[in-house]
């Protein structure tokens, strides 16, 4: 897939060639030496396990996804395994990753790839899947079948951005369609999938290295603090409705438990409140039911 836009020519004559041959010497330099040759979804070309790595790294930190990533495979190894789930299975293997939307949508795109595609990925990129984007869609198509893909993320803009962007320092507001005729040009004539593994890693040895630059993308969303936020108690529901359904006066009693720091009326209805934003938001997408005044996983 590409999104070279018409302008590309123009575009192009603004960027120092030179300079994009001292870019790839620069980031496979650090990638031979210090690339994360280990990670478990660079060892295997399955387009399963490498969609289900996809999903579980969208705003989430590799750390924290090894283990999960493991673990969600052991219990759900194939496609059609996690098609035939249960989702309040899902969400409990799911449980500590935060953003529990995306265990739903990946197992809606699995159901969808076994009902629509007998269990066919590849077939299935050809058409809207559940949760995957622009960018998912080409992460599965360049690591699984490493085929050339324009991919665009957080650590793949830091990248570019730092080496090509790094002296105009009155440019604060850096849309995607200037990087992309840039990581076109950049991406010609490499092995996409070692190509995109060693721009990820540059990328995050970047901001290891606090070279913090993505606010100046103009796609930059800053996250919320995640203490006192409605993402977490909407995690600590789902993690309180695993194994039982419960009414929202003992949901709200067992999760108070857990945040002893939440006293005097005013903060209980503040929290209160979280609450019922919280139950709101999960049965709009999907993740909760109500049945009878009781709450459960759908």
Not at 65 to 75: G, N
Not at 147 to 163: G, S
Not at 244 to 252: C, G, N, P, R
Request: hydrophobic residues 40%; charged residues 25%.
């Amino acid at each position: 897939m590409s999104f070279m836009s018409t302008k590309k020519t123009r575009r192009l004559r603004k960027i120092n060639l030179p300079s994009v041959s001292e870019f790839r010497r620069k980031v496979y330099a650090y990638y031979r030496t210090h690339g994360r040759h280990d990670l478990l979804w660079r060892k295997t070309h399955d387009p399963y396990r490498i969609l289900v790595s996809e999903v579980m790294l969208q705003q989430t930190q590799v750390p924290r996804v090894i283990e999960k990533y493991k673990e969600f495979l052991k219990r759900f190894p194939t496609v059609r395994a996690l098609a035939k789930a249960r989702l309040a299975e899902v969400l409990k293997i799911w449980s500590g990753l935060g953003y529990n939307r995306r265990a739903k949508y990946l197992h809606d795109a699995a159901k969808q790839v076994v009902a629509d595609y007998r269990g066919n990925i590849k077939e299935a990129l050809a058409h809207p899947l559940p949760g995957v984007g622009p960018y998912t869609f080409a992460a599965v198509r360049v690591f699984a079948y490493n085929e050339t893909h324009t991919m665009i993320e957080t650590n793949i803009r830091a990248a570019f951005i730092h080496f090509f962007y790094a002296s105009v320092l009155r440019k604060t507001s850096i849309a995607d369609r200037e990087l992309i005729p840039i990581i076109e040009k950049a991406a010609e004539g490499q092995d996409p999938r070692t190509w995109h593994w060693a721009l990820m890693d540059y990328g995050a040895y970047l901001k290891k290295s606090g070279i913090r630059n993505n606010h100046r993308s103009a796609h930059y969303v800053k996250q919320s603090k995640f203490e006192g936020s409605l993402r977490q108690v909407r995690g600590a529901i789902l993690r309180e409705l695993h194994s039982s359904q419960l009414a929202e006066k003992a949901l709200m009693k067992m999760i108070m438990k857990q945040n002893p720091t939440i006293y005097g009326r005013k903060e209980i209805m503040i929290y209160q409140n979280k609450l019922n934003q919280a139950l709101m938001g999960l049965e709009r997408d999907g993740l909760l039911v109500k049945e009878k005044g009781s709450w459960r996983i759908a």
